[in-house]
């Protein structure tokens, strides 16, 4: 680090990403090697790591690019063409030579960092540990005692890869939100950790060697107090067998861009969807099934004067064709909210038998979430009838939308009747 100021970032960044080769290269067998999933290290991250920008409080969302360091910077890189692209972009900055951190502060769209990682399973969550304590090796020598940071990294390692976790897993089935909830344990950690770090005395005792009695440990307790509450917690399952509940809304902030799960980017400079077919190439291309509101041969009818059966089904024939699976998702939904900005945890009732996506059953949201734990239903039969009544209730209490009649005209009561209506509005009142 002994170089100009100016240099740092880059010279930085190459130090990790010699790092992580070397790391990769060492030994197959060892799972720091196998596991260890990172190939781009911006500038930008190395720049706010050297300036100590690390997020003290919980994400809202990882859709987007971020100006401070959180975990989700070392998430295991599985989509190839979004690395590349990264990586091009990067190298064009650097060979322009002119770069230094005061520049590059200047535009927003080198400092920020990009977020291309995703997480698909455990050992993703795993990969995403050694990412970091990799990264942090390249810092830290090998021969002091190792920072509490790296020892709780890799406790998370050593818990989620050991036999005692194979066997639980297999024996109570899939928990396919585990990973976000120890993410969140992590994120949570790193968080302390932050604070810890960024504490202005803290800093003082450091630079301006005060007596280390006036350090401010409070940050490093509540790392240390997450960490045991979450191997308890896992400890505790793993004992009776159970599997652990997670709430799905507890995981709803880490949705990725929906690219990140792909192996494909989105069209460059894209811009503002304006007509159906730009519409369409700013959503990404995988798991259309899934994400797909309704099947594709059933079209929203457009108005109450629907055609007799025999033309509307032509109509539909027709249709499927041109847009059928590529019809944009935020004009399909079997609930048509009067605001739909509103939370999607404030769309249905709280206690609904059913945890259904807000995102994904509203016209005018949609579900990027590849990793949704929530339902996605594609017709009404999916919904308990009691779910519903639930929903139609909590509609006319809370006065938050209505049901598309297309979707709920053969639920036969009359709270729901009530409530059916098209794009326009609720039918009974269009009247
Ligand atoms: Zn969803």
């Known amino acids: 680090m002994n170089q100009n100021r100016a240099s740092r970032a880059s010279s930085f960044a190459d130090l990790m990403r010699m790092t992580i080769n070397e790391a990769k290269a060492q030994d197959w067998t060892s799972i720091r090697s196998s596991q260890i999933l990172i190939k781009l290290l911006s500038k930008a991250l190395a720049s706010h790591m050297l300036q100590g920008n690390f997020a003290t409080e919980k994400v809202t969302s990882l859709e987007h690019e971020t100006k401070k360091v959180e975990p989700s910077a070392f998430l295991p890189q599985r989509n190839k063409c979004l690395i590349n692209r990264k990586s091009t972009t990067k190298n064009r900055a650097t060979n322009k030579n002119v770069m230094d951190i005061i520049d590059s502060q200047k535009s927003t769209r080198k400092t920020a960092i990009a977020r291309i990682g995703t997480m698909a399973d455990i050992t993703n969550f795993s990969s995403l540990c050694i990412n970091m304590d990799t990264v942090i090796s390249a810092i830290c020598t090998?021969?002091?005692?190792?920072?509490?940071?790296?020892?709780?990294?890799?406790?998370?390692?050593?818990?989620?890869?050991?036999?005692?976790?194979?066997?639980?897993?297999?024996?109570?089935?899939?928990?396919?939100?585990?990973?976000?909830?120890?993410?969140?344990?992590?994120?949570?950690?790193?968080?302390?950790?932050?604070?810890?770090?960024?504490?202005?005395?803290?800093?003082?005792?450091?630079?301006?060697?005060?007596?280390?009695?006036?350090?401010?440990?409070?940050?490093?307790?509540?790392?240390?107090?997450?960490?045991?509450?979450?191997?308890?917690?896992?400890?505790?399952?793993?004992?009776?067998?159970?599997?652990?509940?997670?709430?799905?809304?507890?995981?709803?902030?880490?949705?990725?861009?929906?690219?990140?799960?792909?192996?494909?980017?989105?069209?460059?400079?894209?811009?503002?969807?304006?007509?159906?077919?730009?519409?369409?190439?700013?959503?990404?291309?995988?798991?259309?099934?899934?994400?797909?509101?309704?099947?594709?041969?059933?079209?929203?009818?457009?108005?109450?004067?629907?055609?007799?059966?025999?033309?509307?089904?032509?109509?539909?024939?027709?249709?499927?064709?041109?847009?059928?699976?590529?019809?944009?998702?935020?004009?399909?939904?079997?609930?048509?909210?009067?605001?739909?900005?509103?939370?999607?945890?404030?769309?249905?009732?709280?206690?609904?038998?059913?945890?259904?996506?807000?995102?994904f059953t509203c016209r005018g949201k949609e579900c990027a979430n590849a990793n949704c734990g929530f339902k996605h239903p594609t017709k009404a039969g999916e919904i308990p009838r009691e779910a519903v009544l639930a929903i139609a209730a909590h509609f006319i209490a809370k006065d938050i939308g209505w049901f598309n009649k297309y979707h709920f005209m053969k639920v036969p009561d009359e709270e729901v009747k009530k409530l059916l209506g098209n794009v326009k509005g609720i039918s009974s009142k269009m009247a």
């Open 142 to 359: 090998s021969d002091e005692p190792q920072p509490i940071f790296r020892q709780i990294l890799m406790n998370f390692v050593s818990l989620v890869n050991n036999p005692d976790w194979a066997k639980w897993s297999e024996s109570v089935g899939s928990m396919p939100l585990i990973h976000w909830h120890c993410y969140s344990f992590l994120e949570r950690i790193f968080n302390c950790f932050a604070d810890f770090a960024t504490d202005f005395g803290n800093g003082n005792i450091m630079s301006e060697a005060r007596p280390i009695t006036e350090l401010n440990t409070k940050g490093l307790v509540n790392a240390i107090t997450a960490f045991k509450a979450f191997r308890t917690q896992i400890q505790l399952n793993q004992a009776q067998m159970t599997p652990i509940i997670i709430m799905p809304s507890s995981v709803t902030a880490y949705t990725l861009s929906a690219w990140n799960n792909t192996q494909s980017c989105p069209p460059k400079d894209s811009v503002p969807a304006t007509t159906k077919e730009n519409a369409n190439a700013t959503t990404p291309p995988p798991a259309q099934s899934r994400a797909n509101k309704r099947v594709p041969t059933t079209p929203e009818s457009p108005d109450d004067n629907s055609p007799p059966r025999h033309q509307k089904a032509k109509r539909a024939k027709k249709g499927s064709k041109v847009d059928g699976p590529a019809k944009d998702r935020k004009e399909m939904g079997m609930f048509f909210l009067k605001n739909p900005n509103i939370n999607a945890s404030d769309v249905f009732p709280r206690d609904l038998s059913i945890k259904l996506c807000a995102n």
